[in-house]
Each structure stands twice: as structure tokens, then as C-alpha cells.
């Protein structure tokens, strides 16, 4: 019998609370077992990766051309804002300043499954993103959507 993917799915509300701290949706907590990074996404989100996936990014952005200027851009950017983040008793995950003033997050936070990783989005961010995305998805528009006005 063919094993069974676990994938993040779905759009999950939270807050953020006064000292930078975050419930993880249960279903998402499953799927991370407890080792799990948390680094700058683009479209100014933050990306949530379970270790075998870091694994699997680490290595792409290994093979990267250390020449070109955009590439080293993109390895910095990506491994200078991750932290390795754990759980405490109540499911929640600290997130560093940096990541919460890069992603734009203060309380209301979308968390946004993206098959084998996970999206922090700020609640208005997603709010804006996400009618241009749904109208790219869906044939309505042939721009990409956009994020900030």
C-alpha cells in the first residue's frame, strides 16, 4: 500500500501576544514533530518548513551560483532570518523580532498551508494578496499578484 503524504492545508487565524509568541495550529504542530525552522518567505510572509523539507531547500540553495550576486542575495536573505524555533507546553512558537517586523506581524495572523511547508502571513497582508491570487489562479488576470499597494 502506497504511503500517505501529510501536507499543510487549509487557512488558520491566530494572534500573536505581547512577547512575539504563537499557538501552531495542532494539525500543523503534527506534521512538523517537533524539529522544525522558521525563516523569511517571499511576498513578505514567513515560511515554515518541517526539517526534512530545510533538508531538501538547504541542499537547492547549496547548488546556487556563489558568482552571481542575485543568488547570494537569495542564500542570505533565506539562512540570516531563520531561527529553529521550539515549541513551549501550550504549542507556542517565539518568533524573533526580525521575522515579525520583516513578515509585518503585530496580532492577527494567517497561518496558510503551501503543501509540504507552511505560511505566517499578517492577517491584512493575506487579506490584500489573496483576491490577486485567486484571480491569477483562476484565469481572471495574467499579472502576479501583488502584495502591498
Known amino acids: 500500500m502506497k ?15 505581547g512577547k512575539g509568541r504563537v499557538v501552531l495550529p495542532a494539525e500543523y504542530r503534527d506534521l512538523l514533530h517537533g524539529d522544525f525552522y522558521v525563516t523569511r518567505g517571499r511576498d513578505r510572509c514567513l515560511y515554515v518548513f518541517p526539517w526534512e523539507v530545510w533538508e531538501k531547500r538547504k541542499k537547492a540553495l547549496g547548488q546556487l551560483d556563489e558568482a552571481s550576486a542575485a543568488d547570494r542575495a537569495e542564500v542570505r536573505a533565506f539562512f540570516s532570518g531563520a531561527t529553529r524555533p ?64
Open 3 to 17: 504511503e500517505r503524504r501529510q501536507e499543510f492545508l487549509g487557512e488558520l487565524s491566530r494572534k500573536v501576544d
Open 86 to 149: 521550539e515549541l513551549d507546553s501550550a504549542g507556542r512558537v517565539q518568533l524573533s523580532f526580525r521575522l515579525r517586523e520583516y513578515a509585518g506581524l503585530s496580532q492577527d495572523v494567517i497561518f496558510v498551508g503551501a503543501g509540504e511547508y507552511a505560511e505566517i502571513w499578517a492577517a491584512e497582508a493575506w487579506a490584500r494578496y489573496q483576491p490577486s491570487a485567486i484571480a491569477a489562479y483562476s484565469g481572471g488576470q495574467e499579472d502576479s499578484p501583488q502584495v502591498h499597494d
